[in-house]
């Protein structure tokens, strides 16, 4: 599939590498919950209003028997302290930003434009004047939900920015919008995976947007580079090439290789190996690349995480 930045084509990509690339988003999404459960699991019991209590009490005792890690060392901040839900409103805003971008992808995706994918009937609905009409309401609702959960943290961190200790009532005003979050990302994630389990791949479509235009083009100026001609120039023989092939209404390959030496002499017949799109994926097997192997090492890695966690 296309590669892009500035929603431009720019290198072929696998469609696999481009899923990763949430993958790793989700994984960094995971790791924030769990490191808010560090701020969560304190135990408040025995801070009284703010000073503490007289009373004999054994506040490491009752912390232990709630099953708390610690209880708060500071009575003014266990009755205080609201960072462990801003912690959580924040972790969840991140995590639909990344649902939003990954949505708005699946929209883009799935229009007539671009044809890459199709979704299944259950996450998708029609017009009630345009017969032909498959929206992708489910994604757009996701994406719709984020401004929510943004709305909850900004709301609850106004709420705090300028409350003296220890207690005050608007403190009450968490509780809303942390329940209001809690139910806004878990049916979001429940659609989500269920949009992805059941779309469809459309992989012709997707190869064949990356022969009909220039992404190949970094090919072309790697081969040359690759040859000894200094980068800069062989960017420059391209970015001729490329010029050249639009006003022609041709694509690079589509040059007999007479023609393409007319560019430069360093030119020789593999060179439409190097040009075809699958190769250009092949030979990208650096770290982290989208070279097959590559992507085939992220999901073994990531498969291999995934059953660590659950075990």
């Known amino acids: 599939m296309p590669g892009y930045t500035h929603l431009q084509h720019a290198q072929p990509i696998s469609f696999a590498h481009h899923l990763m690339v949430y993958y790793n988003m989700f994984q960094r999404d995971s790791e924030r919950f769990e490191f808010n459960q560090k701020h969560t699991d304190l135990c408040p019991l025995g801070a009284a209003a703010l000073a503490g209590t007289t009373f004999p009490i054994d506040r490491q005792l009752s912390s232990n028997l709630l099953e708390f890690k610690q209880p708060y060392t500071n009575s003014l901040d266990a009755v205080s302290d609201r960072d462990f839900i801003l912690e959580f409103l924040s972790n969840a805003s991140i995590l639909m930003m990344h649902m ?29 004047i345009m017969p032909q009409k498959k929206n992708p309401d489910m994604a757009e609702l996701i994406r719709g939900k984020t401004g929510r ?25 968490d509780k809303e919008e942390m329940f209001d979050t809690v139910e806004t990302i878990l049916n979001s994630l429940d659609v989500l995976a269920g949009m992805l389990s059941s779309l469809q791949v459309n992989k012709e479509k997707m190869q064949e947007s990356t022969e009909k235009d220039f992404s190949n083009a970094t090919e072309l100026a790697d081969y040359l580079a690759g040859k ?13 090439l490329v010029l050249d092939s639009i006003k022609s209404d041709k694509n690079i390959q589509d040059w007999t290789l007479e023609e393409l030496q007319t560019y430069h002499s360093l030119i020789a017949e593999d060179i439409y190996v190097y040009l075809q799109p699958k190769t250009a994926v092949q030979r990208r097997n650096s770290l982290g690349g989208t070279g097959f192997v590559q992507v085939k090492y992220q999901i073994a890695v990531a498969k291999k995480a995934n059953k660590d966690l659950k075990s």
Do not use: W
């Open 100 to 128: 939003s971008r990954f949505c708005e992808e699946i929209i883009n995706c799935c229009s007539f434009e671009y044809q890459f994918i199709t979704l299944s009937d259950t996450f998708t609905t029609g017009s009630s």
């Open 149 to 173: 959960v943004y709305g909850n943290l900004f709301g609850l961190l106004t709420v705090m920015k300028s409350l003296p200790l220890a207690y005050n009532k608007d403190l009450q005003e």
């Open 228 to 240: 000894g001609l200094p980068f800069r120039e062989a960017h420059e023989v391209v970015g001729r």
